[in-house]
């Protein structure tokens, strides 16, 4: 069974940085469009970003322009680079597959914290 392993969240100031790295074991990351999820407290998941297998990226408009996800090896990890970061991007962050995760494969995630 797949299992994603999140890292790198941490706690910054508003217009710091932060890059976030996603591991999973199988051959998870060559076969799915993958995603970052961002979960806000008393917030559904959303899914902020997304890059498929060919390497295209889309984002949520909540985070254009500030975050870039990208494959950091093509069979084994993904990354979130975000830049700029606001108190609103304060939240538990997950990779999964996007769209349709699998539900038995959500990891711990990783906390990003932003305030002053």
């Known amino acids: 069974q797949v299992q994603f392993v999140e890292s790198g969240g941490g706690w910054v100031q508003p217009g710091g940085s932060l890059r976030l790295s996603c591991a999973a074991s199988g051959n998870i990351f060559s076969s799915y469009t993958l995603g970052w999820y961002q979960q806000s407290p008393g917030k559904q998941r959303e899914l902020v970003a997304t890059?498929?297998?060919?390497?295209?990226?889309r984002y949520a408009d909540s985070v254009k322009g500030r975050f870039s996800i990208s494959r950091v090896n093509v069979k084994t990890s993904i990354s979130l680079q975000m830049n700029n970061l606001r108190p609103e991007d304060t939240g538990v962050y997950y990779c999964?597959?996007?769209?349709?995760?699998?539900?038995?494969?959500w990891g711990q995630g990783t906390q990003v914290t932003v305030s002053s």
């Open positions: 999964n597959v996007a769209l349709n995760p699998m539900a038995d494969s």
């Open positions: 890059i498929t297998t060919g390497g295209l990226t």
